[in-house]
């Protein structure tokens, strides 16, 4: 079974809009990462949030971590067609050193 | 400076042979760590190098193996391929490990026929 789970799983938004997208994951973490993919392509890294933090900033990405009820979410904010993707959580846990579990993404689609 | 490399991009291979992928971490990075990405889903953990030792596994197969070289680079070869090892075949380094972003490569397409 797969550590974190992305919702939703597909997001289709206009220009301008905001995207919001949320990962849940069952056990302890280290840190959660949040990743972008362009058409199958390789992973391009956003944002890592640790444990012990609950909100950070990138540019129009905010990323919440609410280790109580083990989930996360990436916002970004006033959305370009450049933006459409898949987004994925990675958790890396305690006694997974260095190992990233990851969801099955969330697609967005961004339309001009 | 470059980002993490792997080659080749594209491989098409037939059952039963064998494959050998290949990464170059970015310049300074320790680990290196393998993972698998069947179309549609999240990529799967296979393997983590760390200083040229395996430093955890994920749930595949035998047929598949790794080794990390002194210059910090590494291979994936996977034995007697099959249609369900079809996939995007991720690298990714970092300069330690836990709590470390780790950075990805392009991948390499590897369709079995």
């Known amino acids: 079974s797969q550590q974190g789970e992305e919702d939703p799983q597909a997001l289709s938004i206009q220009e301008g809009e905001n995207a919001t997208m949320n990962c849940s994951y069952k056990t302890s973490i280290n840190n959660l990462q949040w990743y972008r993919q362009n058409s199958g392509r390789g992973l391009v890294h956003l944002i890592l949030i640790r444990s012990n933090e609950r909100e950070k900033h990138s540019g129009r990405l905010r990323v919440t971590l609410d280790t109580s009820k083990k989930s996360s979410s990436l916002l970004i904010t006033a959305s370009r067609a450049a933006d459409t993707a898949s987004y994925f959580c990675?958790?890396?846990?305690?006694?997974?050193?260095?190992?990233?579990?990851f969801g099955a993404g969330t697609q967005v689609v961004v339309t001009p | 400076d470059a980002g993490v490399t792997q080659s080749p991009t594209h491989l098409i291979k037939t059952r039963g042979q064998h494959v050998t992928l290949r990464c170059s971490p970015i310049?300074?990075?320790?680990?290196v760590s393998w993972y698998q990405q069947v179309l549609g889903q999240g990529p799967q953990f296979i393997f983590q190098y760390y200083e040229k030792e395996e430093r955890g596994r994920g749930n595949f197969p035998d047929r598949f193996s790794a080794r990390q070289f002194p210059n910090y680079s590494s291979e994936l070869n996977v034995n007697a391929l099959l249609l369900g090892d079809s996939a995007l075949y991720l690298c990714?380094?970092?300069?330690?490990?836990?709590?470390?972003?780790?950075?990805f490569g392009p991948g390499t397409r590897l369709t079995v026929l």
């Open positions: 310049s300074g990075h320790k680990s």
């Open positions: 990714a380094s970092s300069y330690y490990s836990s709590t470390d972003t780790q950075y």
């Open positions: 990675a958790t890396e846990t305690a006694d997974s050193w260095g190992k990233l579990q």
